[in-house]
């Protein structure tokens, strides 16, 4: 099993940043994507961004040239760092990591919420 912790949501200014953090422990061994997702009131919960174990990443549309991926392969924690925050990046953001090559399981955090409002 391997448990993840989020931290960094919260409220914000449009226009403003925010970096959320999400550390893994337990089993991390062979953990491989590692990614942020959002779920906002009344919509699908819909990927944001993700990073391989290579630093290969992937951006959804709506948060390319604002949003950054990074992780730490040594702890291991994966952050998304937000800028130019809008309302619409109002939502709840979950971590999710991917353990394993040829049999997969995937592993989801809590959450935390982020408010972007004035």
């Known amino acids: 099993q391997v448990q993840l912790v989020e931290s960094g949501g919260g409220l914000v200014q449009p226009g403003g940043s925010l970096k959320l953090s999400c550390a893994a422990s337990?089993?991390?061994?062979?953990?491989?994507?590692m990614g942020w997702y959002r779920q906002a009131p009344g919509k699908q919960r819909e990927l944001v961004a993700s990073?391989?174990?290579?630093?290969?990443?992937t951006y959804a549309d709506s948060v390319k040239g604002r949003f950054s991926i990074s992780r730490d392969n040594a702890k291991p924690t994966v952050y998304l760092q937000m800028n130019s925050l809008t309302p619409e990046d109002t939502a709840v953001y979950y971590c999710?990591?991917?353990?394993?090559?040829?049999?997969?399981?995937?592993?989801w955090g809590q959450g935390t919420r982020v408010t972007v409002s004035s």
């Open positions: 999710k990591v991917v353990r394993g090559r040829i049999t997969t399981y995937d592993y």
């Open positions: 337990g089993s991390i061994f062979d953990i491989r994507t």
């Open positions: 990073i391989t174990v290579r630093g290969t990443t």
